[in-house]
């Protein structure tokens, strides 16, 4: 009889969750792979098993990072009115920064000294804006948008969003401000400043 697999993709997440957890709470120091083995209630070798080092979690963090929210981004029903895409991908820009909080620094930051993903990597975390980066360059092309190049719209639509999310996450907005509420109306704001009058 064969032994049971026990380094499973079940144990995988639960041990990139906790990593992710660890960094976030206390900065990439606390990531002793022993403690993160003893957090999940495996061994070390197990880590080693799936992951092999400290770098190559890292960097199986920033995948799993983007893993996740590429799904979301994907599974975006676009409507093909540009404001309303816009609007729902920020939506789910922020769904996916407050599932995974403790992966979305990893993704967006250097919040491990040092790490740096390798280029197929990072063409993949670059790839799962492609809804957003789409429905503007058709808008763009259609004449819905202003006649700037669409890349000037992508990254200015990305900061905007990004930097509320962080804003957010980091606990620095005033406390009476309803960000669910708040946040869709500014991205409506946001997107329609990009129309063609």
Same mark, same amino acid.
Request: net charge negative; aromatic share 8%; glycine share 8%.
């Given at each position: ?7 499973? $993709? ?71 009115? &540009? ?17 995974? &909080? ?14 740096? &993903? ?14 957003? $980066? ?7 092309? $259609? ?24 804003? $957010? ?29």
């Amino acid at each position: 009889m064969p032994r049971p697999r026990t380094h499973d $993709e079940n144990l995988r997440l639960k041990l990139l969750d906790r990593a992710g957890e660890l960094i976030s709470a206390d900065g990439p120091k606390a990531l002793s792979l022993r403690k993160l083995a003893a957090d999940v209630g495996t061994s070390t070798t197990a880590v080693y098993s799936l992951f092999g080092g400290k770098t190559d979690l890292v960097g199986a963090l920033f995948v799993e990072g983007f893993r996740r929210f590429g799904l979301r981004m994907s599974r975006v029903s676009l409507s093909g009115d &540009p404001v309303e895409d816009l609007v729902r991908l920020g939506v789910a820009y922020r769904e996916s920064a407050l599932a995974d &909080p403790h992966l979305y620094a990893i993704m967006f930051t250097k919040s491990v000294p040092g790490f740096e &993903p390798a280029e197929e990597t990072s063409e993949q975390a670059r790839a799962t804006m492609a809804p957003l $980066e789409e429905t503007i360059r058709k808008a763009v092309a $259609e004449g819905v948008f202003l006649d700037v190049p669409a890349e000037v719209v992508t990254v200015a639509c990305w900061g905007f969003v990004h930097g509320l999310v962080s804003l $957010e996450l980091n606990g620095n907005l005033p406390e009476e401000f309803t960000v669910s509420a708040a946040y869709e109306i500014a991205l409506r704001a946001n997107a329609s400043g990009w129309l063609r009058h």
